[in-house]
């Protein structure tokens, strides 16, 4: 069962939206005896709900701790349609996992256009979970 989530911050322009990992495709780059290895991976996901469409991301990995991605986004938000690249990234220290973007200035398209604002995600055990504060 998919379920949506929309709320609003006090401003009304907060989307939050399930979304799940189509493909992973991963190259190990660097893996010393000793600490993290470093990976590069494609990474294919689609999104329901507030947030509809696909993206398809390259993140640089650490040691399965940590991570930084550029992902070009194609669909629609808030019923908006068009492309938008997010760069994004997280930390996961074993205790409280965290999450940081942004949707990068100038690289929407369509009904995206102009769009920013800061991206977050999320999962746990009840799924996955995107987060966008929009401008």
């Known amino acids: 069962?998919?379920?949506?989530?929309?709320d609003s911050d006090s401003s009304g322009n907060r989307?939050?939206?399930?979304?799940?990992?189509?493909?992973?495709?991963?190259?190990?780059?660097?893996?010393?005896?000793?600490?993290?290895?470093?990976a590069r991976a494609t990474v294919r996901k689609?999104?329901?709900?507030?947030?509809e469409g696909t993206g398809v991301a390259e993140l640089l990995t650490a040691a399965d701790r940590g991570y930084?991605?550029?992902e070009r986004f194609t669909g629609s938000i808030a019923g908006r349609r068009g492309?938008?690249?997010?760069?994004?990234?997280?930390?996961d220290d074993g205790k409280r996992p965290y999450s940081f973007g942004a949707i990068?200035?100038?690289?929407g398209t369509g009904d995206l256009a102009g769009l920013t604002?800061?991206?977050?995600?999320?999962?746990?055990?009840?799924?996955?979970r995107v987060t966008l504060d929009l401008d």
């Open 1 to 6: 069962m998919t379920q949506t989530i929309t």
């Open 15 to 38: 989307v939050v939206a399930e979304f799940e990992v189509t493909g992973w495709d991963e190259t190990v780059y660097d893996e010393p005896a000793e600490g993290g290895r470093l």
């Open 46 to 51: 689609t999104y329901r709900g507030a947030v």
């Open 68 to 70: 930084v991605a550029s």
């Open 83 to 91: 492309t938008v690249v997010f760069q994004h990234g997280g930390i």
């Open 104 to 107: 990068v200035p100038g690289t």
């Open 117 to 128: 604002g800061r991206i977050s995600f999320r999962h746990d055990e009840s799924g996955a």
